[in-house]
């Protein structure tokens, strides 16, 4: 049909102007959409630096354990904080980036966006985790539980220090601040690993349980707090 | 997918709307309805997909109007000619004489058949939603479709239109 | 459509930003006058959920701040707000209307609706860091409306923009006022000398003033003045 055939039907059809569109529209209660579909959208709004980061900390410790396997452990150790300054740093967003009133001020408010966040970076870091796991573990010839200690340590480390100067001191600086802390804990744990082999021996597994427990609930708290810093001051 | 499905309600309501006009031939009948039958849709039904979304839509639509046929016995209605629009400035005169020949061939079609012609060229209805909404398959309304459009363009032959 | 404010205090430890302030609102434009520090903007930001009164109520037709609800009909314009790096002014609404709750079809029509209405659709593409300070500043009143709010609050909205946006802007301020409440703050007086049909003065974070501003009463800004001299003359 040709096109000014359909758009003469579009006139031919063409009701009077209907009055009560606007009031109506307001009155009702519209829905919005789900927490799955705006989780989805924050999805999309995480930078492509935080991916391409965990990508390259995967690729690099393939590499490691292909080509310098005994010191599979360290670097592997050394790349479990820049993982977790990923989460950290996109937490920090709206805070450095002046957003976070604005966002505040709508129906999902700034909680939502940091769960999101929150949520989504740390569900990838895990299945990060659980995939360089045994690798460790295979290559190292350690068992799952020192292993999976020996990662984890640094990353919480990282996670609940982080979160921890976020809270503190807001803004860009705080987020540099991270990046410091984070390069810190890395190059720390590089060179604990070649420097002190003592630590990584069966007896004082009990003391890096106890610090991995500690740090996880103390990064639990600081999470919680930081959403909880989210609602109305 | 994820379970939700999008009326964007601005543009359906206008849609809706000139559905119920379209049978009912009232402003005032056109938009009470088409309020209702948002209200309804919100009240009781969650649609899997955009396509279920205006099938459901347009059923409500269709069964209120039905009703008000009942209650107000407006089965003439349709017949009623539509209030020609002011003429646009700049309307050359072979628009208002096309406008007048679509006009003319379109009243010579039967009320379901200018309905169809309504739904999807005017309302850009998708194909699936209007099979659901009349109930018959896809390949049904293809046909039906292609058999207006041609009842339609022959009319407008008919008319004097190149 | 109402909004009441009801004792509402903000007390922080070593003083008191805002004292007490009861209002009720309804459909209509308010100024809010104040010279700065006067607790214009975190009355505000206490309107808007941001900050949590230390005493007293606000609520819309019957919701309380805190609830989504509430959020729902609210549009907000702070007085500075950033952006994501690389966002474009199309980006920057949409990303706040996944906020608000708006689905994507819905929301990129909306979006585009309002970039025309505040003359910006051109700049649709284009980075926010390239935009001069009144483009910003129109960015920033086309998101408080992306969810066609009942109620908006909005912070210093003249600043930075020049006086032939000033005058679009109280004119355009004027038609939204017909169906909504609309409270914006100033320390400006000839911006809402014309286009308020209530004032609401402030000072040391209590509510000085409350009522129409008709011509006869005299020249507001001389009376708003003279709450200053008077300050000064305390000292």
């Not at chain 1, 807001?170 to 390069?183: D, I, K, L, N």
């Not at chain 2, 009232?26 to 039958?37: C, F, H, K, L, V």
Request: a positive charge.
């Amino acid at each position: 049909m040709r096109r000014e055939v359909r758009e003469e039907l579009k006139r031919v059809f063409e009701p009077p102007k209907p009055q009560g569109k606007r009031a109506f529209l307001r009155a009702l209660a519209q829905p919005r959409i789900s927490i799955l579909r705006f989780a989805l959208t924050q999805l999309g709004y995480i930078r492509r630096w935080s991916w391409a980061v965990s990508v390259m900390i995967f690729a690099g410790s393939v590499a490691a354990s292909v080509w310098s396997p005994s010191r599979l452990l360290g670097i592997v150790s050394a790349f479990a904080p820049l993982l977790a300054l990923t989460v950290v740093t996109e937490s920090g967003r709206s805070e450095s980036y002046e957003m976070a009133e604005l966002e505040t001020a709508t129906r999902f408010s700034l909680r939502s966006v940091l769960l999101a966040r929150l949520g989504l970076l740390g569900l990838a870091n895990l299945v990060m985790f659980f995939l360089l796991l045994p690798v460790v573990v295979w290559r190292q010839e350690l068992g799952v539980l020192r292993a999976g200690l020996y990662i984890l340590l640094p990353y919480l480390l990282t996670a609940f220090a982080g979160l921890w100067v976020l809270r503190r001191f807001r803004g860009r600086e705080a987020v540099y601040c991270c990046v410091g802390v984070a390069a810190c804990i890395s190059f720390l744990a590089a060179m604990l690993f070649e420097t002190v082999p003592q630590l990584y021996q069966p007896d004082m597994v009990s003391w890096w349980f106890a610090g991995v427990l500690a740090l996880g609930v103390g990064t639990v708290r600081q999470c919680t707090g930081i959403v909880r810093d989210s609602l109305a001051a | 997918m994820l379970g939700d499905c999008f009326v964007d309600m601005e543009e359906q309501y206008d849609k809706i709307y000139r559905y119920c006009y379209f049978r009912l031939r009232s402003r005032q009948a056109a938009e009470d309805i088409t309020q209702e039958t948002f209200l309804r849709y919100f009240e009781r039904y969650q649609c899997a997909t955009s396509e279920q979304t205006l099938r459901c839509l347009y059923t409500i639509a269709r069964n209120l109007c039905v009703d008000e046929y009942r209650r107000d016995s407006r089965e003439a209605a349709w017949a009623q000619p539509y209030p020609y629009p002011e003429e646009e400035k700049g309307e050359g005169d072979e628009q208002v004489l096309t406008s007048l020949l679509v006009r003319a061939a379109v009243a010579s079609l039967e009320q379901d058949e200018q309905e169809l012609l309504l739904l999807r060229y005017v309302n850009e209805v998708p194909i699936q939603s209007i099979a659901q909404f009349y109930g018959i398959s896809r390949f049904a309304v293809y046909r039906r479709l292609a058999a207006v459009t041609k009842r339609f363009q022959a009319a407008l032959r008919k008319e004097g239109f190149g | 459509m109402k909004l009441v404010i009801d004792r509402v205090s903000k007390q922080y430890q070593n003083r008191i930003a805002v004292d007490r302030v009861s209002a009720t609102l309804q459909k209509g434009v308010y100024g809010l006058l104040g010279a700065n520090g006067a607790g214009k903007t975190t009355l505000m930001r206490m309107l808007c959920g941001i900050l949590k009164p230390t005493g007293g109520t606000i609520t819309f037709d019957g919701i309380d701040v805190s609830e989504e609800a509430y959020r729902a009909v609210l549009g907000y314009l702070p007085q500075d707000f950033g952006y994501y790096p690389e966002f474009s002014a199309l980006d920057f609404l949409l990303y706040l209307a996944a906020l608000k709750g708006i689905p994507k079809a819905q929301a990129k029509r909306r979006a585009r609706e309002l970039l025309a209405l505040v003359s910006l659709q051109e700049a649709e593409k284009k980075k926010i860091k390239t935009f001069s300070g009144g483009m910003k500043q129109r960015l920033g009143i086309a998101q408080a409306l992306l969810n066609d709010p009942k109620l908006l609050i909005l912070d210093e909205p003249t600043a930075g923009l020049d006086p032939k946006e000033r005058v679009r802007f109280r004119d355009f301020i004027q038609t939204l006022g017909k169906d909504s409440i609309v409270l914006l703050s100033t320390h400006i007086v000839s911006d809402i000398e014309h286009i308020a049909d209530e004032i609401l003065m402030m000072k040391a974070g209590q509510l000085i003033y409350r009522g129409n501003w008709a011509h006869e009463k005299g020249d507001l800004e001389e009376f708003y003045l003279q709450q200053f001299e008077e300050e000064g003359t305390h000292e």
